[in-house]
């Protein structure tokens, strides 16, 4: 019920259709106590013999006309009313949305995708349910049930009122007791619809997998438990169901029976006409509604507040980074970095308590034994329009530290300058706005290319894409689709190989002309060729960008004026290529490694 | 058409004929339970007490037969629920099955051209909108047909005059629940379609966050996704508007006026004759019964378009052939040989054109060439993912669609490009439905120079790996994939550039394990560098879809042709040197 005041806000904003439909409301239910009425009236004069036509014809043009207006009322109260509950899950999704917009990176990967999606779907469903039909339950059960009863006891007998209903309390108990058990049976029935969901999902998406490993029969059966659990969790509601329909037959059956029991006497002693019995009848018939609303609301009130909460909560979560900085301006592009160590801010879990989380992104997360620090003793520079490259083996911290550069994660324990000015201190649209930054798995929008390469910079003229194209070496691929430019990528870009992905995604990077590029392994999917041509565009294109990349491939690095080599977070070696193989460490053997063939085959 | 589709779900119940006749049964008599009770209110009105009788013989026994009707009705109710939901569930479980069974066994072209989510709706949403049909619309429909013709039964042998009068309002409503469907279902398709445009959006942005934020796109996206939600709200309200119109509201007039018409009927006949005031009661009673049927029924019409959409859709998949390959033949050796191979996807552009070439048991095969120049497609037509004609592509002779499955699963391994792992701990990912003991797995595991992963990872063996394996780097879950194929010890083992992902200690750990394999399986090997395959025994260069070079490294460098131009490309810095 609380659920109603909190959303009093949205409530306020939008009562004036409020006030109008529970106006409306109001006149349908006093309208609707005049022809048990008149009907129970008609019924006495036939049964005295009294009835003329004249009052009959006035009785049927008033029924008439009170079904025109009834009628009416009925329909603009829905309008007013559930339209305005469906402006509320417009407004709660583009709140959602935009707040998503503001959060960091990290959230999106501590939190299931599909747990995001069902806030934005379900949640949205409960409270639109509440600001419509939980506000029409709530209000108009209350409503009819109290004019009904006052008509009943004022107009007819309290005595036979209370006889009539005796049975409803019981039938009450029982149909929340239904109500509960409905919605717990539901939601465990939905849980197995989304394991069904997520083994369809999985299968499809592997089935490259299953089918090259003979696995069809094994996933077969998989899913086949599941469906079968799904069945039974949803045999199991409606079980519960069933037992709706017999308990309101079996109260209503028996209110009826009291009613006539009682009125029946009542009628023998002459305190009630048979009219007033037809009146009674009909007016029981009302109070159906309110007995149901009143379960109902239950219902919708507690899923909507369950709902409420949920959605509040996610609201609060603060970004990870706020976007503390003041500083617009950037006009110097060169980096410093000094770091002594950085660890990943330690989470206990999605829904962890927001005070604890905070606690721990404050700096604390250090006395965490389990949180070894990712980066340590990290120190370089890179002059405006230089070029860094950066190596070493899987997991040694080539992408965090990015991550840092970009202030993806709030840097304590790290000083990160760009043109001599802290990353914190600058506004995060301005960071993002200078750097260029292509990701090892690109991302690409189920839309045209074009329109992909235009999120770079939507104001792009033909010719600067027509250059970024070249320089991603996408001329010839563009040209081999059936649309050119104007080729649809599918879902995630599905359509395209992954070094085309790759590729589309580096023109997109270039097409923004940050004066910072940073590419992570964004070469890894395109073959050998192609990459030293892009490289070779690269340093002719973007000569005065700064810029830095990540690679496995030392040949990509070969040209950076300095490269780092990182080992479990650690710089391990640094220099220049030549320096570097001159060291013969790690960098040198890899470089072997990767040449020895090479050289080799010189020798021949 | 949707005719077809409708007949055909039917059919799809029929096997449930026991419950189907059950449910009936008890529904009749549940209904009949249901329309007695007015019935009998009227007789105690009208012959005992307006006779001034109240308790008597007659009137205890119409209380008993009051009593018994409100049980048993209570009780039939309940049964034919359940039933009905049986029918429902029972079919849509079946179906669920048959579909799955259906997409995992089409061919491998089907996913290529199918959206990922448009086969998981057909697993689950359009399965749903079929149980809806079974559970909302059908078994209302059969509840509320049969619950008004009995009310008007019993009103035809109350007053056939007042029964016909009542039935007047009937073809109102029937008009009303036609117009309403024509009305709403654009209406309501349209709702659905831009909600399923807000949940795509949703699901993209959610998916792509960090490159909107990089590439400074909120607003923009913003922008987009508020005008969908908007527009959705437009749409919506027009639903409303029109529900408000139609539905109850609109039911609820008719039910009014139809209560009128008896009123005032009743009336002027009692101005001429006597009446008796218990069938007024009795009507007034019965119409009041049957107006939230026939509510209910216009609404769940609504639901029957978009399952019977949902049902061809399913029908389509179900109909559509099953990659079938009845061959017996088994994988001995591990010879592979192409003759005259060629290959399209869509019979329009040539993929493979006109491959010959044989690989003999425990030699490695290096396949070199341009991004797009048909080596994945090689290597997908020896896992039979696509068909190819009989006689082009054999191993240990055998052509392709001879081979039993079990056999070609087992001996032919592959790394793919992405390598997929599953929902699930390391060791499920590596067992994959066989057997092997924990030794095994260890081995196989540090054979690919994972044994420090296994160190790291809080529960070893039995750790979740997340969904696709998200706990581990690329790397790793490349090296993961190749352990997984090692263990079952292939005959032909495929690597498709296994090692495009993994760092160069990793590819070195690999390459020595390639090593050390070679002899005991025939390899295959895809790999954007030459370094990795320059020990193969053969070497192909693919160039759009033809061979145009073959040969030893050694040979291939002489010809001074593609694979040396290739080469010479790979390694041009050291010549700047």
């Known amino acids: ?148 009863l006052t008509m009943m006891v004022l107009t007819i007998s ?171 301006q950037l006009d110097q592009y060169d980096l410093n970095v000094e770091l002594s160590d950085f660890h990943y801010p330690s989470y206990s879990g999605a829904d962890a308590d927001q005070a604890d989380r905070k606690e721990q992104t404050l700096g604390h997360s250090q006395v965490h034994l389990h949180s070894l620090p990712i980066l340590k003793n990290i120190r370089f520079t890179l002059p405006q329009s230089g070029t860094l490259g950066i190596t070493g083996p899987t997991g040694s911290g080539k992408t965090t530290l990015l991550r840092l550069l970009l202030r993806e994660y709030e840097t304590q324990g790290a000083q990160i300058l760009w043109g001599g000015i802290e990353v914190q201190n600058l506004k995060l649209d301005t960071l993002r706005h200078h750097i260029a930054y292509v990701p090892q798995e690109p991302f690409l929008f189920s839309t045209t290319i074009r329109e992909n390469l235009l999120l770079g910079h939507s104001a792009a003229s033909e010719k600067d894409l027509q250059r970024v194209i070249e320089v991603a070496a996408l001329q010839e691929d563009i040209e081999g689709f059936p649309k050119g430019l104007d080729t649809v990528v599918g879902e995630r870009g599905v359509t395209l190989s992954g070094g085309q992905k790759q590729r589309v995604a580096l023109a997109r990077a270039l ?69 570097l193989l001159a060291r013969q460490d790690w960098y040198a053997s890899i470089y072997a490694l990767q040449q020895i063939e090479t050289e080799l085959d010189r020798g021949h | 058409m949707y005719w077809n589709v409708f007949k055909r779900l039917l059919r799809f119940s029929l096997v449930h004929k026991q419950l189907w006749i059950w449910g009936l049964i008890t529904l009749l008599i549940a209904t009949l339970c249901d329309v007695a009770g007015p019935y009998l209110i009227k007789v105690f009105i009208d012959e005992h007490l307006t006779n001034g009788v109240y308790i008597s013989e007659a009137t205890l026994t119409l209380l008993a037969f009051y009593l018994a009707a409100m049980f048993i009705g209570a009780v039939g109710h309940y049964a034919q629920a359940l039933l009905f939901s049986k029918v429902a569930l029972s079919v849509v479980e079946t179906l669920r099955e048959q579909v799955f069974h259906a997409v995992i066994h089409r061919p491998v ?49 109350l007053d056939i005059h007042l029964m016909l009068v009542s039935a007047l309002i ?30 795509a959006r949703l699901h993209e942005s959610l998916s792509g966050m960090s490159v909107i934020q990089a590439l400074n796109q909120q607003p923009r996206f913003d922008e987009q996704f508020q005008d969908t939600v908007w527009q959705h709200y437009l749409w919506r309200v027009r639903n409303v508007r029109l529900d408000g119109l139609m539905l109850r509201a609109l039911v609820d007039f008719m039910s009014m006026l139809a209560l009128a018409a008896i009123v005032f009927a009743f009336g002027l006949t009692s101005l001429e004759q006597s009446v008796e005031i218990g069938v007024l009661y009795a009507f007034i009673n019965y119409l009041g019964r049957f107006v939230e049927p026939l509510i209910e029924l216009t609404q769940r019409l609504n639901i029957m378009q978009q399952s019977l959409v949902a049902g061809q859709r399913v029908f389509e998949l179900l109909d559509a052939p099953l990659e079938q390959y009845s061959g017996t033949a088994r994988i001995e050796h591990g010879r592979i040989e192409a003759r005259h191979l060629s290959f399209s996807y869509d019979d329009e552009t040539t993929v493979l054109d006109n491959i010959s070439f044989s690989i003999e048991p425990g030699k490695m095969l290096g396949i070199v060439g341009r991004t797009g120049s048909g080596k994945s497609t090689l290597t997908q037509l020896l896992l039979r993912f696509y068909p190819v004609a009989p006689d082009m592509l054999l191993i240990d002779d055998i052509p392709m669609d001879q081979i039993s499955t079990s056999s070609l699963r087992k001996s032919v391994c592959m790394v793919e490009q992405e390598p997929f792992l599953f929902q699930g701990t390391l060791a499920e990912n590596l067992i994959m439905g066989e057997q092997y003991t924990t030794n095994e797995l260890t081995s196989a595991l540090e054979q690919v ?106 040979s291939l460098l002489e010809k001074r042709g593609l694979y040396e131009h290739l080469y010479s490309i790979q390694t041009a810095h050291l010549a700047l040197e």
């Open chain 1, 1 to 148: 019920m609380r659920i109603f005041w909190e959303l009093r806000h949205f409530f306020k904003a939008n009562q004036k259709q409020y006030w109008i439909a529970v106006a409306l409301l109001t006149i349908v239910a006093l309208l609707l106590m005049i022809p048990p009425r008149l009907i129970g009236q008609i019924v006495d004069e036939i049964v005295n013999q009294q009835l003329d036509s004249s009052t009959l014809y006035f009785t049927g043009g008033c029924l008439f006309v009170l079904a025109i207006v009834i009628y009416i009322a009925r329909v603009l109260w829905r309008i007013f009313l559930f339209g305005a509950s469906h402006k509320l899950a417009a407004e709660t999704r583009i709140k959602l949305y935009q707040h998503w917009l503001r959060l960091s990176p990290s959230y999106f990967q501590r939190n299931k995708l599909g747990d995001l999606m069902a806030h934005a779907t379900n949640d949205v469903e409960a409270l639109q349910m509440t600001a419509g039909e939980g506000i029409l339950a709530a209000f108009d059960g209350l409503l009819t049930g109290l004019i009904v």
């Open chain 1, 158 to 328: 309290w005595e036979l009122t209370i006889a009539a209903f005796i049975p409803w309390p019981i039938a009450a108990i029982f149909m929340y007791r239904f109500g509960r058990e409905l919605h717990s049976g539901f939601a465990v029935a939905q849980d197995s619809f989304g394991q069904l969901t997520d083994i369809g999902q999985e299968t499809v998406s592997g089935v490259r997998t299953i089918k090259s490993y003979g696995q069809e029969a094994d996933i077969q059966s998989k899913y086949n438990a599941i469906a079968r659990t799904s069945s039974d969790a949803y045999m199991k509601v409606a079980h519960t169901d069933a037992k709706y329909h017999p308990t309101i037959g079996i109260t209503i059956g028996a209110s009826f029976l009291m009613t006539l029991i009682y009125g029946g006497w009542m009628i023998l002693q002459q305190r009630l006409t048979l009219g007033q019995l037809t009146s009674f009848t009909m007016y029981l018939g009302y109070m159906i509604w309110p007995m149901f609303a009143f379960g109902w609301m239950l219902n919708i009130a507690e899923r909507g507040s369950a709902a409420f909460k949920r959605i509040t909560r996610l609201l609060a979560e603060k970004p990870d980074i706020e976007d503390t900085g003041s500083i617009e």
């Open chain 1, 511 to 579: 097409l923004r002309e940050a004066p910072i590029l940073i590419l992570d392994d964004a070469l890894s999917a395109v073959d050998t060729g192609t990459e030293t041509r892009i490289l070779a565009h690269l340093k002719t294109a973007s000569r005065r960008q700064t810029t830095i990349i990540v690679s496995h491939r030392l040949s990509a690095l070969r040209h950076a004026e300095q490269i780092l080599v990182l080992q479990e977070g650690q710089i391990r070696e640094q220099g220049s290529h030549a320096e």
């Open chain 2, 109 to 157: 072209a089907y996913f290529d051209t199918t959206s990922t989510g448009a086969i998981v709706s057909r697993l689950t949403n359009d399965s749903e909108a079929i149980k809806e049909l079974f559970l909302n619309v059908i078994a209302t429909f059969v509840q509320n047909l049969v619950l008004v013709t009995g009310i008007f039964i019993m009103m035809g042998i």
């Open chain 2, 170 to 199: 009937l073809p109102f409503i029937a008009l009303a629940m036609w117009g309403y469907q024509r009305l709403s279902t654009p209406l309501f398709q349209k709702v659905r379609s831009l909600l399923s445009d807000i949940n």
């Open chain 2, 449 to 554: 120079g994972l044994s420090s992963l296994l160190q790291r990872l809080p529960e070893g063996l039995n750790t979740v790996l997340g969904e696709r394996g998200s706990r581990l780097s690329n790397g790793e879950r490349h090296l993961v994939a190749i352990a997984r194929a090692l263990l079952r010890q292939p005959k032909i083992l495929i690597l498709d550039e296994a090692t495009a992902t993994v760092d160069s200690a990793s590819e070195a750990l690999v390459q020595r394990t390639i090593q050390r394999l070679r002899g005991n399986l025939t390899l295959i090997v895809i790999a954007h560098r030459l370094s990795t395959i320059k020990d193969a025994d053969n070497i192909l260069v693919l160039h759009h879809g033809r061979l145009v070079e073959e040969g030893s490294h050694v």
